[in-house]
């Protein structure tokens, strides 16, 4: 650990909040229908898209058809790339000559993208073609991030309404978000990749003789266009197999601090978005404190086990920190600093290697996902998970005084309590589940790299990603057989929409309540108390979940890792 680390780590928690309020602003005036800079050149684009879908801007929608329609919408996002992964082989654009995607791949990759996990059992330089890419993987890369925050602002006006029944129009939400704040950021955003040296071409392959003489592919194609919306809307799926990793995804320092100050960027925004439309931002800076605590608190341990490696690492004479797995570019902190950036944000981009961390360093990303992700979290989905947690927190505070616990001016009753439950609760079924079938299933034992507990922790982080719409991977694990794509495919469908409805419910509970005044006994939920309250909450449901399953794995693997120096 050193002085330069820590002033990277700073340097990137001051732009990130430097940049909450402006992004929080504007995404307020957006999704309130209000004129913004951009407005005269786009105002006649919505309508028209309005017009063309045959959508009713003023006509608002109860939750539950707010929910139909955009579980529908997804229905035709998985056709869509289903059918151009299975048909790609006739298709345009495929310089390679790749052939069609087998049938449990497809079914993998497509549910993988609609749900903004972007889990990848291929290589896409080596499996997919220029087409399934930009039109397939890029496009639901916008319309799946759009839907997380669609469906946070639809949540956050269960809290703001009263005695309505509507929560917005879920057509009207996403064309807003895709329309006003991911592409505009989404063009700039490219031309500074560009400009960092990364490729934008629907040319060929490129053949080069290497310093040996020997003869080398090198795969090219649109990626500046993908990486900045994979970025941006926390998918995190790669152009190129090694994702962020690799030169072409992450040319330089400086692209990498962009990405991950992108990753974070509209995530930490939303709860300066929660705040402004309550009526008191403080409520909003709230929720990131508990945010940023979680993370700053990953971010110190992820980096303490990396920069001091372990006693197995140091007998064999190699001493400075773990660099196994790591670009020599961007080193040790950058490398642990994006970890967690990544798993806190539900992004599944890597630029280094998962699988080669220490034990506790390759924890806090494990962690950060069994906790369900709501440390920043993907862009919207993060938000409604640590509300859900919120309105948890709020009932645990009104059973120890005894009163009815109250949130921003609604009361939380049984129906919102039992639906955070729920929504949590699912978490764990399926990430402990299948881990469960996975090390004892011949079959999917197979595909193990590694036995003991680091074998048992690359099946529990496979399926700990999957759920909680994470996308990364301890690779080594063989993931692109039958079981895996479709286990795996299960638990990224369970985790992303069965979390949904119950939160979708809730919004449609609390939008119909009544505003409640403060009063003396209001428990106040702008303060260093409620942010204590919030943390241990998260803390111990997630405790009751994780630490059985770490104790297997990361754990004995760190102590077996430095037995010499604990023994």
């Not at 045959?54 to 790339?81: C, K, N, P, S």
């Not at 029944?165 to 996403?174: A, H, S």
């Not at 440390?375 to 948890?392: D, K, N, S, T």
Request: net charge neutral; with cysteine; aromatic share 10%.
């Amino acid at each position: 650990m050193t002085v330069i680390g820590w002033i990277q780590i700073i340097l990137f928690c001051a732009i990130v909040i430097a940049l909450v309020k402006p992004l929080g602003w504007y995404m307020t005036r957006v999704f309130n229908g209000e004129h913004t800079f951009l407005s005269p050149v786009l105002r006649p684009v919505e309508r028209a898209i309005y017009w063309v879908g045959g959508v009713d801007e003023r006509r608002e929608q109860h939750w539950l058809t707010y929910t139909v329609a955009m579980l529908l919408f997804h229905v035709g996002g998985f056709a869509l790339i289903y059918g151009l992964m299975r048909l790609q082989a006739v298709l345009p654009f495929n310089p390679a000559g790749q052939s069609a995607v087998a049938e449990d791949l497809s079914f993998n990759t497509a549910i993988s993208f609609i749900t903004n996990t972007n889990w990848q059992n291929y290589g896409g330089e080596s499996t997919l073609s220029y087409l399934v890419q930009m039109l397939g993987l890029t496009h639901q890369n916008f319309l799946s991030a759009a839907t997380g925050i669609a469906l946070a602002m639809a949540l956050i006006r269960g809290f703001t309404r009263s005695s309505m029944r509507t929560v917005g129009n879920f057509w009207v939400d996403v064309t807003r978000c895709t329309l006003y704040v991911l592409l505009p950021i989404c063009i700039v955003y490219a031309l500074f990749l560009v400009w960092q040296g990364m490729p934008q071409t629907l040319g060929a392959y490129v053949d080069a003789t290497t310093l040996e003489g020997g003869k080398q592919t090198i795969a090219l194609g649109p990626v500046a266009s993908q990486v900045a919306i994979k970025m941006l809307g926390t998918n995190g799926g790669g152009f190129f197999n090694a994702n962020a990793a690799h030169p072409f995804e992450n040319p330089t320092a400086l692209s990498n601090l962009v990405q991950m100050i992108s990753i974070f960027a509209l995530g930490a925004a939303m709860t300066n978005v929660f705040g402004r439309m309550v009526g008191n931002e403080r409520q909003g800076w709230a929720i990131f404190s508990v945010m940023g605590i979680l993370f700053l608190a990953g971010v110190i341990v992820t980096y303490w086990a990396e920069a001091n490696g372990t006693s197995a690492l140091q007998a064999l004479g190699l001493t400075g920190g773990n660099m196994e797995g790591k670009e020599v570019r961007f080193g040790i902190v950058a490398s642990s600093l994006f970890a967690v950036v990544t798993t806190a944000a539900s992004c599944g981009a890597v630029n280094a290697m998962h699988d080669s961390f220490t034990a506790l360093g390759g924890m806090i990303p494990l962690i950060n996902m069994q906790l369900g992700e709501v440390i920043i979290g993907g862009v919207g989905a993060g938000f409604y998970g640590m509300l859900l947690f919120v309105v948890l927190a709020i009932f645990v505070a009104g059973l120890m005084v005894g009163r009815t616990p109250e949130y921003v001016g609604k009361k939380i009753e049984a129906r919102e309590v039992k639906m955070a439950m729920l929504a949590i609760l699912v978490l764990p079924l399926m990430y402990l589940g299948w881990t469960a079938v996975g090390v004892v299933l011949p079959s999917a034992v197979a595909s193990m790299a590694n036995a003991g507990p680091h074998g048992f922790t690359e099946v529990l982080y496979a399926f700990t990603s999957a759920t909680g719409n994470n996308g990364s991977a301890f690779g080594g694990l063989t993931g692109n057989t039958l079981f895996y794509n479709l286990t795996l495919a299960s638990a990224m469908f369970v985790g992303r929409f069965f979390m949904i409805v119950p939160a979708m419910a809730i919004a449609g509970s609390l939008v119909e309540k009544k505003s409640i005044p403060a009063s003396a006994g209001t428990f106040p939920t702008t303060g260093g108390l409620f942010v204590g309250l919030v943390i241990g909450v998260i803390l111990i449901i997630g405790g009751l979940t994780f630490f059985p399953a770490l104790a297997l794995g990361p754990i004995v693997e760190h102590l077996a890792m430095n037995a010499n120096t604990l023994f």
